[in-house]
Structure formats: structure tokens, C-alpha cells
Antibody, heavy 122, light 110 residues
Framework: QVQLVQSGAEVKKPGASVTVSCKAS????????MFWVRQAHGQGPEWMGI????????NYAQRFQGRVTLTRDTSKNTVYMELSSLKSEDTAVYYC???????????????WGQGTTVTVSS | QSVLTQPPSASETPGQRVTISCSGSSSNIAANTVNWYHQLPGAAPKLLIYNNNERPSGVPERFSGSKSGTSASLAISGLQSEDEADYYCAAWDDSLNAWVFGGGTKVTVL
């Protein structure tokens, strides 16, 4: 079955960077876009960016431009999300989520990873 | 402030029907398909409805989605206590070139 397994919880100091990984299994990794979404406690989901694992093409949400970097390793079926210059407001659960339709991003996502809690605190 | 607008809460007694609205614009809901997600506390969102009104396998028929113009809605019939959760709508926005969400609706079973 389709599964996305994310790396474990992180605690970082303000100004540091964090990298979260998302390993995919159960489908052809390069056929589906991968979304990254975060959710602060008590808030709704917020889209951060999307990567095409086949081409490496990326689209970042405007508010994260310059601070977020998405990469992929097709040999490991894994996507990575790096967020830099961390602030306390970046404390949230970070999710990867697979595109719902092969080769398309405008249909949104279907399967989600379990989430990675990132805590930013001095 | 979310791009898509949902009521913050909805409630009904067991067995009844509850409907959640999601209001958007010509660049998101009117232009692209709408997904609905269900989220329990401490868990990841789970896809409930995709492509406006399609249910993934395993989702009960009592969940249904619809879309008209710049609005969409999710209906839950035969409400059960296990349906207490947060529900979010989402759609791609062509103007923002972003995937946008509603603020979420908390459903309470009275």
C-alpha cells in the first residue's frame, strides 16, 4: 500500500535550520508530485511547496520563498524539506503528502505522511 | 486569514445530517477540483472526498461532496460519534499558484 514515512521530531534553536525527510513506498515515486504542508497547533494546514520527483521542478509558496528548499533522491524514493532561519513561529507539525493524480498537482493530495513535529525554542 | 472560507463549527445529533460549506473564488474552487479532509486530534489529515465528489475506497457513502461555481460543500448523513473531527476543504488556486485551504470546521456530535 502507499505509504509516506517521515523522519522524527526535531528541536531547534532560533536561527537554525531543519531538514525533514519523507520516504515513499508502494507506488512509482517519480509519477506523483509531493506536497509539503505545515500545521501549527490549533491552526489549519498551510501549503509550503511542491516538488515533481521526476523532473525536480519545484514551486514554493510565496511566504516561504528564500527559506525553504525541497529536494529529492530518486535512488532512495525520498523527498527532503529544509527550512532555514527558524523562528518560534515555525513551531508546527510538518507533513509531506502525495499528489492525488499521477503527473498532476492541481488535484491536491491524497496520502499524507505521519507528520514531523518541529519545535523552535531558545 | 484563509483563502477558502468555512464555518468554524457545526453540530447535530446522532443520525442527523450536517453540511459544511466552503466558499472560494473564480481562481480556486471555480477553476479546479475540491478535496475534503478529515482530521482527528494528533493525527494527519485524511482524504475524505477528492475531485469534488469522489470518495476514496474505504470512505463510507454517508460522506458526499458537491460543487457549484465558487462554492463547495461536504455533507455527512447518519451522523455518528466517530465523525467528531475537524474538516478542511482545499483547492489549487491559479492566481496565487498555491494550494489553499479553508480554516476548518469542527464537527460536534451532540
Amino acid at each position: 500500500q502507499v505509504q509516506l514515512v517521515q523522519s522524527g521530531a526535531e528541536v531547534k534553536k532560533p536561527g537554525a535550520s531543519v531538514t525533514v525527510s519523507c520516504k515513499a513506498s508502494g507506488y512509482t515515486f517519480t509519477s506523483y508530485f509531493m506536497f509539503w504542508v505545515r500545521q501549527a497547533h490549533g491552526q489549519g494546514p498551510e501549503w509550503m511547496g511542491i516538488i515533481n520527483p521526476r523532473s525536480g521542478d519545484i514551486n514554493y509558496a510565496q511566504r516561504f520563498q528564500g527559506r525553504v528548499t525541497l529536494t529529492r533522491d530518486t535512488s532512495k524514493n525520498t523527498v527532503y524539506m529544509e527550512l532555514s532561519s527558524l523562528k518560534s513561529e515555525d513551531t508546527a507539525v510538518y507533513y509531506c503528502a502525495r499528489g492525488a493524480v499521477a503527473g498532476a498537482y492541481y488535484y491536491g493530495a491524497d496520502v499524507w505522511g505521519q507528520g514531523t513535529t518541529v519545535t523552535v525554542s531558545s | 486569514q484563509s483563502v477558502l472560507t468555512q464555518p468554524p463549527s457545526a453540530s447535530e445529533t446522532p443520525g442527523q445530517r450536517v453540511t459544511i460549506s466552503c466558499s472560494g473564488s473564480s481562481s480556486n474552487i471555480a477553476a479546479n477540483t475540491v478535496n475534503w479532509y478529515h482530521q482527528l486530534p494528533g493525527a494527519a489529515p485524511k482524504l475524505l472526498i477528492y475531485n469534488n465528489n469522489e470518495r476514496p475506497s474505504g470512505v463510507p457513502e454517508r460522506f458526499s461532496g458537491s460543487k457549484s461555481g465558487t462554492s463547495a460543500s461536504l455533507a455527512i448523513s447518519g451522523l455518528q460519534s466517530e465523525d467528531e473531527a475537524d474538516y478542511y476543504c482545499a483547492a489549487w488556486d491559479d492566481s496565487l499558484n498555491a494550494w489553499v485551504f479553508g480554516g476548518g470546521t469542527k464537527v460536534t456530535v451532540l
